[in-house]
Every structure is written in C-alpha cells, then in structure tokens.
C-alpha cells in the first residue's frame, strides 16, 4: 500500500492516452512498480482478484480499453505476433485450397457418379430395348410359325378338297357316260385317208301345227313369250333323249355316251358374230324354263359377257340361222361330236293335200330344212336317219313336246 500511495502523485500526474491508441503494454508502463508483471489472464481478471488496492485506479480508467482483442492484450513481441499471423494466414490459405480441393474432389466425384448412372441407365435401357427387341422377334416368329401352319392346314385342306372333288366329279362323270367299242367299219372309216367320216342327211318338216302350240302357249305365258326356235330346240333335245347313242364323242380307242345332253346352240351378236353357248344338262328343262335359258344367252351375248366356259363344248349341238334368211346349210362337226342339228329359215312352200275330201291336189305350208351332220363313225347312216324322223314327228305333233 505504501508503494501505492507514493507514486500516487506519478499516477495521477500523466494524463490518459486517447482510447483509439490504446494499448495492454501502455497500461502497464503507468502501473505501480508493485504490480509489475505478467498478466497470465486477463487484466479485468487481476483488477478482480485485487480490488481493494486498485479500486481507484481502475475507476480512473476508461473501459474501453479493455474490448481490446486477446491478441493485443498478449502483443509483447510484434515480430512473434507478425509471425503467428503468417501462420494463420498461411493456415487459413491451406484450409481455403483444401476446400477447394474437396469441392473440386466432390464434384469430380460427383461428375463420375452422373457419369456412371448415366452409363448404367444407357446400359439398362440397351438391355431393355434388347429384350423388347428379342419379345418382339420371338412374337414376330411365333406369328410366323403360326401363319405358316394355318397356310399349310389350309393348303392341305384345299388339296384335300380338290380331291374330294376330282374323285366326286370322276364318280359324277362316270355316272353320266358310259363306253362302248367302235366297229369294225367305224374303225376302218376312222383309219381311211380316202373315205370322209363325216355324213350328212336332210328332211324337210312342216312346222304349221308347232306354230299353232306357240301361239297357244303364249296366250298362256304372257311376257314369257316362246319362239318357233325354242319349241324347234326342244325337239331335238327330246330326239336325242329317245336315242342316246347319237349323244357321243370319239376318244381314239373308245365311243363315250353320255347320258347327261349338254346342248350348243348358235346366237348371233351384235357385229353379226356367232357364238355358240352351252346349256347344262338341256334335257332336264321344260319348255319355259329352256326358253328363259336361251334368252340368258342371247342377252350375255348382246352384253359381250360371255367367256371362255360359258361356249365349252357340248355333246350335242343345234344351230338354227333361220333368222338370217339361210334356207339350209352344212356346218362343220364339233370335233369328236357324233352329230349336229341344222335348222334353215321357215318358208311357205306348195305341198300335196293330204285331203282326200279337197279337189286341191296342193296346199300351202310353213316348211324348215332340218340337216343332221353325222360322224360316221359314232352315227351311221341307219342311226341318222331314224334320228330325222324322231325329230320330224316331234315337230308335226307338237303336243309331244309337252309329255
């Protein structure tokens, strides 16, 4: 204490140093002798701990002093101070650059992590599309194969069928022929380079009483009218159903009858063509259903749809020009045909009364040339001429034609 109050009169004699150059070293230059010394803590501290003795002197001082940083509380060496504050800089310049390393580490690895994702997602999404493109590859094979097995089910059904039907139609076929031998003397005919196959025989028929049916029957069918060519037609079919061995072909070794008459009959088309259709299976038609076969045919013809088919050759054929005025004529033979019917233009000619009550010795009638061409071979001379005249009565007495 006595050491306190004799430099009092120094202590209170120095006036205090502006706050803003204040420093710890500074306020220990003006303390007593007596508390010279060290500061191992802080100077608030050691006015704490020794309150008594410096009570005075404290409240002399401007606190202020004190918010001072523990750094200049401690600066005794500025050269040491100096070399701690290289230190930390140089420690926060390495803790920077390490910061920045990890950054930069981070997102190299984070980089490589988008990378790798990025590649594994590529990778699924190639597997992925490789297995949909192996679904769709097996589907697509799959579909095939099955497509494949129904083409081939199909095929063998259709082969199947076509078969069935050869085998059905050969059966059907053999049911509507039969074959017979030729003679001896068709067989000569047949080899003779000299002697022409091919006869023909004529008869003249009156056809008033076929006329006078016609126009009867129209009464009756009205818009169905009938033709003195269909009623004609109708009696061939008849004739060649009462003899069916004139409904042949020759087959080189062999004569085949059939028993089914599928008929040609001559139309003529617009440019004065002529054409020759089939009618399937003439002998199973009665007269009106016959007559509305050939005005099918005729309207094909005149239309210009008639093909290939519809003209096949029949067993039998009827060709009558009498619209084009033609009196009689001679066609050319189907070949391997037996026989062809050829029906002239009608005519009024004089021919002798049947009479006996008339003193007229002639009288007019309606008369057609009917030629029967004939393959000797199949239709001889005999044959031929009964044919004629089967035909002839049919059309003399008409009424036939109806039973």
């Not at 150059?21 to 020794?50: D, G, M, Q, R, Y």
């Not at 259903?289 to 210009?304: I, T």
């Not at 009196?327 to 009024?348: H, T």
């Not at 009364?353 to 061409?373: C, G, H, Q, R």
Request: with cysteine; aromatic share 6%.
């Amino acid at each position: 204490m006595d050491a306190w109050n004799t430099n009092e009169k120094n202590w209170t004699g120095v006036e205090p140093e502006p706050e803003s150059t204040c420093s710890s070293n500074k306020v220990f230059k003006v303390l007593p002798n007596s508390l010279s010394c060290s500061f191992a803590e802080p100077v608030t501290s050691f006015f704490w701990k020794n309150n008594n003795k410096a009570e005075s002197t404290f409240s002399l001082l401007d606190r202020s002093m004190f918010k001072c940083s523990r750094d200049d509380q401690t600066e005794v060496a500025p050269e040491a101070d100096d070399e701690e504050m290289r230190l930390e800089a140089t420690e926060r310049k390495r803790r920077e650059i390490e910061e920045e390393v990890r950054k930069l580490v981070e997102l190299e690895l984070e980089s490589k992590n988008i990378e790798e994702n990025n590649r594994r997602m590529m990778e699924h999404e190639q597997r992925h599309q490789e297995i949909m493109e192996a679904a769709r590859r097996a589907e697509e094979l799959k579909e095939e194969a099955v497509r494949d097995a129904v083409e081939n089910a199909i095929i063998e059904c259709e082969h199947k069928a076509a078969e069935q039907a050869a085998q059905e139609a050969s059966m059907k076929a053999a049911e509507n022929y039969y074959d017979i031998s030729p003679s001896k003397k068709a067989m000569r005919r047949y080899n003779s380079k000299n002697v022409s196959p091919i006869q023909q025989y004529s008869v003249d028929v009156r056809i008033d009483a076929l006329d006078e049916l016609r126009a009867i029957l129209n009464r009756t069918l009205e818009n169905d009218g009938l033709e003195s060519s269909d009623l004609l037609l109708k009696a061939a079919i008849l004739t060649m159903k009462a003899i069916p061995s004139a409904n042949a072909k020759w087959m080189e070794d062999h004569i085949r009858t059939f028993r089914k008459i599928d008929v040609n009959i001559s139309i003529q088309g617009e440019d004065l063509s002529i054409f020759t259709p089939t009618i399937q299976d003439a002998a199973s038609k009665g007269l009106r259903e016959l007559a509305q076969s050939v005005r099918m045919a005729e309207q094909s013809a005149s239309d210009g749809t008639l093909d290939d088919d519809d003209c096949d050759p029949g067993t039998f054929a009827v060709q009558n020009l009498g619209k084009l005025g033609i009196k009689s004529f001679s066609p050319i033979l189907p070949d391997d045909q037996a026989c062809l019917l050829a029906i002239g233009s009608p005519e009024q000619r004089a021919i002798p009364n049947d009479d006996k009550k008339s003193n007229v010795p002639y009288t007019m009638a309606t008369m057609v040339t009917a030629t029967l061409v004939c393959d000797d071979k199949m239709v001889d001379a005999i044959t031929g001429s009964k044919w004629l005249n089967v035909y002839k009565n049919h059309i003399e007495n008409p009424t036939t034609l109806l039973l």
